[in-house]
């Protein structure tokens, strides 16, 4: 595909700030109608961890090696994959999942509010309560609830669980808060009443949250927030950097955190200092940006944004970058057969609506060690068919070309993908199983 052209001076500046980020380093979508989303279950903004998500710090790539692991070249044709837990009860409707360093423990996220454990072994059989948030989450449209958690870097020092969610009573709005925990393993518990608001985002409609929380490789707390909802962007928030931080993803830093100053503005943003912007704001023109996450060898920031109506994309992020949503729906021009791209950020790689897809999961660049022929490549999915490609991640990120191969063309409706600590991994999908990835040819 042919990039999207981008002004001199705009694209310069991206690629200064890519250079130092690099050093340090569902969404089903909905309708066009709120009170009609157009797929079926999941809560798009949408929906995952998980990115994302980073590698040193981030709660999805904890025990990132020091040397990165070899890169593959080449993406297998097939890949193989199990039930990990296959005696755990089934979780209804799981939307993102980190485990805690050092305990072998899995956290996992339900829509309706909870957040559960269990033990990373492959005979879990129970789950017990983490938190349970079901008396202040919102469910009152399909892509709202509890929909994204991370550990704070230093969580075995401070015991920070953070979660995005969409609140109630009073007005439609997602917040992003801070909890504390106590106990270990089986025991681990986080306390509804420690609660710390860190960040409120009104909601004009019910889809399009984002969900996606995580620190990067930097230790700096990055969100995902969709265009508000609805559907063509009625507000023009994807283009629109001055008036709030929906259609972005969101970087800052709450590493001292307090109820008078929740976050303060990292000074490499792109825009901070700029009068008249959200500083807040990492990359926009995005529609609803489902999952995205780290790569732990590189830093390279990936996502899947869900389209509107023709084309689902995959993103590689980069400080200041505009996507282009509403302006185009993936590689198309939207609403027009004919549209100034000027300054925009073409996808890595995008698909259309054939084949019952509707709305990508955004996933992970595989750097375990089980599966060797996957090393470097990244890992996506559609969440209505329960397609799922791979994707050469580093050719891409050069620009090179790399054309994803689709390992199958129909499965559970796949709603979010995770890692371990060994860098595995897994997907969540709403037929209540979490998979884990075991081979590949």
Do not use: K
């Amino acid at each position: 595909m042919s990039p999207r052209p981008v002004l001199i001076g705009s694209l310069l500046t991206v690629l200064l700030a890519l250079a130092a980020f690099s050093v340090t380093a569902l969404l089903l979508r909905a309708g066009d109608d709120e009170a009609q989303p157009r797929a079926p279950a999941l809560p798009t903004p949408t929906p995952a961890p998980g990115d994302g998500a980073t590698p040193t710090t981030s709660t999805e790539t904890p025990g990132t090696p020091a040397t990165p692991t070899p890169v593959t070249a080449e993406v297998p044709e097939r890949i193989e994959f199990e039930v990990a837990f296959p005696e755990l009860p089934e979780l209804e409707r799981p939307v993102a999942m980190v485990e805690v360093a050092g305990q072998r423990r899995m956290l996992v996220a339900l829509q309706d509010g909870q957040v559960v454990s269990f033990e990373n072994d492959a005979t879990a059989s129970s789950v017990e309560m983490v938190i349970d948030l079901r008396a202040q989450v919102s469910r009152g449209g399909n892509e709202e609830g509890l929909l994204g958690l991370a550990l704070a870097p230093d969580f075995e020092t401070s015991g920070y669980l953070y979660l995005y969610y969409n609140a109630r009573p009073g007005e439609r709005r997602t917040v992003l808060s801070r909890f504390e925990t106590s106990g270990e393993g089986a025991d681990l518990r986080a306390d509804p009443a420690s609660e710390l608001l860190l960040l409120t985002v009104p909601q004009p409609y019910s889809n399009h949250n984002g969900g996606q929380v995580a620190f990067g490789p930097d230790g700096m707390l990055y969100l995902a927030l969709g265009d508000g909802g609805s559907g063509g962007d009625p507000h023009g928030n994807g283009q629109d950097i001055t008036r709030n931080l929906l259609g972005s993803i969101i970087r800052f830093d709450v590493s001292n955190a307090t109820a008078e100053e929740p976050y303060t503005i990292p000074p490499d943003n792109p825009f901070a200092g700029q009068a008249g912007v959200r500083q807040e704001i990492w990359a926009y023109g995005l529609r609803n940006p489902w999952r995205f996450s780290f790569d732990r060898a590189t830093g390279d920031l990936w996502a899947g944004d869900v389209g509107q109506s023709s084309r689902e994309e995959i993103d590689l992020i980069v400080p200041g970058g505009n996507y282009g949503w509403n302006i185009m729906e993936g590689t198309e021009c939207f609403r027009s057969d004919d549209c100034d791209q000027t300054g925009l950020i073409a996808p890595v790689a995008d698909y259309g609506r054939s084949g019952g897809h509707c709305s990508v999961t955004g996933g992970v660049v595989y750097r375990g060690d089980a599966v060797p022929a996957l090393r470097g490549v990244y890992l996506y999915a559609d969440y209505c068919s329960g397609a799922m490609w791979g994707l050469a991640a580093e050719a891409a990120a050069a620009g090179e070309e790399a054309v994803p191969v689709q390992w199958r063309e129909e499965g559970p409706n796949i709603s979010t993908f995770a890692q371990d600590e060994a860098g595995e991994v897994y997907f969540l999908a709403f037929d209540g199983r979490i998979y884990r990835v075991t081979g590949a040819g």
